[in-house]
């Protein structure tokens, strides 16, 4: 079952990572995009629990032409995470509010920690609980001919 979970505005590069730290750690990838609003969804899984399997973005203008989830034959990319926690960022927000900081800032106490299973940062980034730590997920994700991506899936599971 897919959600909208709300929209982010993305420039042309985007950081996907745990944001339990700043933005030099290991953790971090980043990839051009198309600079623009993106449409957030979570997908969950369909068992009893109803765990979140995917984060995705996609932009706007693509969304309304045709909307699709990246597949896992796409582009494949690692994200690493470390607290059980993984996003989307707009590149210039991910390195003003994180810097070189970690889990004791305000930033991190305010945007992640009783998040639930997910939240959107200001209107800049989108968060969500994986649940796992200590290891990387799949992101998938789909380019125009530019090389800029304009769908990005981060694969939780499944």
């Known amino acids: ?5 709300g929209i982010i505005h993305l420039g042309n590069k985007a950081f996907l ?5 700043g933005h030099t750690c290991w953790c971090n990838t980043f990839i051009d995009t ?6 957030v969804y979570v997908t969950r899984s ?18 309304k032409r045709n909307f699709k989830l990246p597949k896992n034959d796409c ?12 996003g989307i960022f707009d590149y210039e927000y991910f390195r003003s509010t994180r810097g070189d900081n970690d889990v004791d800032d305000d930033w991190y106490h305010e945007n ?11 209107d800049k980034g989108v968060i969500s609980c994986s649940g796992f730590g200590d290891g990387t997920y799949p992101v998938f994700a789909e380019y125009n001919k ?11 599971r499944g």
């Open 112 to 122: 992640v920690i009783g998040m639930g299973l997910y939240n959107i940062t200001d």
């Open 46 to 63: 369909k068992d009893e629990f109803g765990m979140i399997t995917n984060l995705v973005a996609i932009h706007e203008d693509y969304y």
């Open 75 to 86: 582009e494949n990319i690692w994200c690493g995470v470390d607290s059980g926690t993984c």
């Open 17 to 21: 990572s745990d944001p339990c730290y």
């Open 34 to 39: 198309i600079e623009g609003q993106y449409r």
């Open 1 to 5: 079952m897919r959600k909208k979970v």
């Open 146 to 156: 530019d090389k800029q991506a304009y769908a990005i899936r981060i694969c939780f």
